[in-house]
């Protein structure tokens, strides 16, 4: 069975600082992987997303992740933080054990930004 | 490319009463579609999985009979929130998938039941 574990619900960090939002996954196949950005009162967007091809993902708005197998991690990092990056986040693996490719979510982390 | 829509995006309803909400792929075939529920500041519940021409799977828990799925074309679903309550009350997201693994997500419905 697979499944995600979002490491901390909220982080809180000052604009211009670094982010870390870490993630861990359990997988006995090769996953997909993804991070969703959810602003408030807003529908979810794809930040990026692993597809087994380069372990380093590069993805919107300055966001990137790094598959490290070894560590079971897909942690989303971004090197300077903005106000308007003030989101939930999920981290959320594909289920290729189910032909539907359904998402197994993680429970979220709130970023909070501060001035 | 790959835009999810859903109508409406909010709906208020009385206790008793039933609500549609329609998910529409609007560029693309959509072979499967999924509907998710969200609590306020919690991840998304997926309710249940449906492709066109069969009947929606339901995850446990979930009533079948509460909340009719129909996905009669390749690009619309309908989600029926049958004799609402005001638990029903909720954030009702579906996603598309065309035939690729990959989800596109609608903007949601807030949905009250008063």
């Known amino acids: 069975a697979q499944s995600v574990t979002q490491l901390d619900s909220h982080v809180s960090v000052s604009e211009g600082t670094p982010v870390l939002l870490r993630c861990n996954y359990s997988?006995?196949?090769?996953?997909?992987l993804f991070w969703y950005v959810q602003h408030p009162n807003k529908g979810l967007q794809l930040l990026l997303k692993?597809?087994?091809?380069a372990t380093l993902v590069k993805g919107i708005n300055g966001f990137e992740a790094e598959f490290k197998k070894s560590e079971t991690s897909f942690h989303l990092t971004k090197p300077s933080a903005h106000m308007s990056d003030a989101a939930e986040y999920f981290c959320?693996?594909?289920?290729?054990?189910?032909?539907?490719?359904?998402?197994?979510w993680g429970a979220g982390t709130k970023l909070i930004i501060k001035p | 490319g790959a835009v999810v829509s859903q109508h409406p995006s909010w709906v208020i309803c009385k206790s008793g009463t039933s609500v549609k909400i329609e998910c529409r792929s609007l560029?693309?075939?959509?072979?499967?579609m999924f509907w998710y529920r969200q609590f306020p500041k919690q991840s998304l519940m997926l309710m249940a999985t449906?492709?066109?021409?069969?009947?929606?799977?339901?995850e446990q828990g979930v009533e079948k009979d509460k909340f009719l799925i129909n996905h009669a074309s390749l690009t619309l679903s309908t989600l029926t929130v049958t004799s609402a309550h005001p638990e029903d009350s909720s954030f009702y997201i579906c996603?598309?998938?065309?035939?690729?693994?990959?989800?596109?997500f609608g903007p949601g419905t807030r949905l009250t039941v008063t």
């Open positions: 996603s598309a998938r065309p035939n690729s693994y990959e989800q596109y």
């Open positions: 449906s492709n066109e021409g069969s009947k929606a799977t339901y």
């Open positions: 692993y597809t087994s091809a």
């Open positions: 959320v693996v594909s289920g290729v054990e189910d032909s539907n490719y359904q998402l197994i």
């Open positions: 560029d693309f075939q959509a072979t499967t």
């Open positions: 997988s006995s196949y090769s996953p997909s």
